[in-house]
């Protein structure tokens, strides 16, 4: 066997589908909502700042944000996928899925103003509704997973629900209250995605650390010394 064939994906069919039927998807969905949505495709293509014409500064902290939750659902997916490889991780594997799972929600909905706007606007269901559910699902899944979580280093999940709720109340609160506003709610909101992904990257690290240290060690074929 050559040892390069170690680095290839086993199913380079099965892989070239995952890899670009989504993303073809997502194309075809984008020119359907600008055919039928009558919006100019460029909106939808290219970049925010340039269809306002606006600085590219715009929304940052937002942005930023967006990257943070997505890199927490990246690297949770990918440990719990290793864990499942190795076997005997059966409860942190489910802990890490249901996580990742949950911050993709979470991304979807800051990413793309689902509480904020779509929900109102298109389907008449308002925040208290919205966050009530993600309250539920939030329950559900600590509830489920709190022997899992007892035996983590918790304090970063619980600063980053102290910093969610923080940034909850002070959405409700008239902007004259304190001083920058939004400082004060988009900040702790993005304190609290900063926790989030420091949580579960910790998690994913020691759980898979864990896992390599009971597992033989694997040499790619043709690299053994002697």
């Not at 420091?198 to 864990?210: A, D, E, H």
Request: hydrophobic share 50%.
């Amino acid at each position: 066997m050559n040892s390069n064939t170690y680095f290839r994906a086993p199913d380079m069919r099965r892989f070239i589908c995952w890899l670009y039927l989504p993303a073809t998807a997502c194309l075809l969905i984008t020119a359907f909502v600008s055919h039928f949505g009558d919006i100019p495709i460029a909106n939808l293509t290219r970049d925010p700042a340039a269809v306002t014409e606006s600085s590219p500064l715009h929304g940052i902290l937002s942005n930023i944000g967006a990257l943070l939750w997505c890199a927490a659902a990246s690297i949770c997916y990918f440990s719990c996928r290793l864990i499942r490889a190795e076997a005997g991780g059966k409860q942190v594997f489910w802990f890490l899925f249901y996580g990742a799972t949950l911050t993709v929600i979470l991304l979807l909905d800051d990413f793309f103003m689902l509480h904020d706007w779509v929900f109102p606007e298109y389907l008449d269901i308002y925040e208290k509704k919205i966050f009530a559910v993600y309250s539920v699902l939030l329950l559900a899944y600590v509830t489920k997973f709190r022997r899992v979580i007892l035996e983590t280093n918790y304090l970063l999940l619980l600063a980053a629900l102290v910093f969610f709720a923080f940034s909850i109340v002070t959405d409700r609160l008239p902007q004259t209250v304190l001083p920058m506003h939004h400082i004060f709610e988009d900040g702790t909101k993005f304190l609290g995605i900063v926790s989030w992904l420091g949580y579960f990257s910790s998690v994913s690290y020691i759980s898979v650390s864990s896992c390599l240290r009971k597992s033989p060690a694997r040499v790619p074929p043709g690299q053994s010394g002697g």
